[in-house]
């Protein structure tokens, strides 16, 4: 089965232009092998708030510089930092995704924009409604 990236406009408006094509392609890598680039962390679905869950939005930690111990581990889910990765998966299709958001300061946003994750969740369910 062929793997298909998408990317939103909410996702290009909050990537800096020049890491863009990088972080498209080295997702696409790491879902078609299951190996992590360097600078990719844990991969976990958000389990709040509910739209989110239902949405079944995911995001990876990317290195940043909150990554201190980053180098140190050796197992991908206890590399975290402050800066995510956001991404869903087609309902229909498992191999089609969509990039939602690349996010610094993530843990900030969260807390303080309650409407973010529900905003990206509306994004999700449009995509997956038809992938």
């Keep these: 089965?062929?793997?298909?990236?998408?990317?939103?406009?909410?996702?290009?408006e909050s990537c800096p232009?020049?890491?863009i094509a990088s972080i498209a392609a080295d997702f696409k890598a790491y879902k078609i092998s299951g190996?992590?680039?360097d600078y990719f962390g844990r991969?976990?679905?958000?389990?709040?708030?509910?739209?989110a869950l239902q949405a079944e939005l995911q995001h990876i930690h990317l290195?940043?510089?909150s990554s201190r111990s980053?180098?140190?581990k050796s197992i991908s889910y206890g590399k975290t930092s402050n800066t995510a990765l956001i991404y869903c998966t087609g309902f229909f299709d498992r191999n089609k995704y969509l990039l939602l958001g690349f996010l610094e300061?993530?843990?900030?946003?969260?807390t303080n924009n309650r409407h973010y994750l529900p905003?990206?969740?509306?994004?999700?369910e449009d995509f997956r409604s038809r992938f």
């Design 1 to 12: 089965m062929e793997v298909k990236v998408y990317l939103s406009s909410h996702f290009k």
């Design 17 to 19: 232009e020049e890491k």
């Design 35 to 37: 190996r992590r680039p």
């Design 43 to 51: 991969d976990v679905p958000f389990e709040f708030p509910n739209s």
């Design 63 to 65: 290195k940043d510089s």
């Design 70 to 72: 980053w180098n140190l």
């Design 105 to 110: 300061n993530a843990h900030e946003t969260y």
């Design 119 to 124: 905003g990206l969740a509306d994004i999700a």
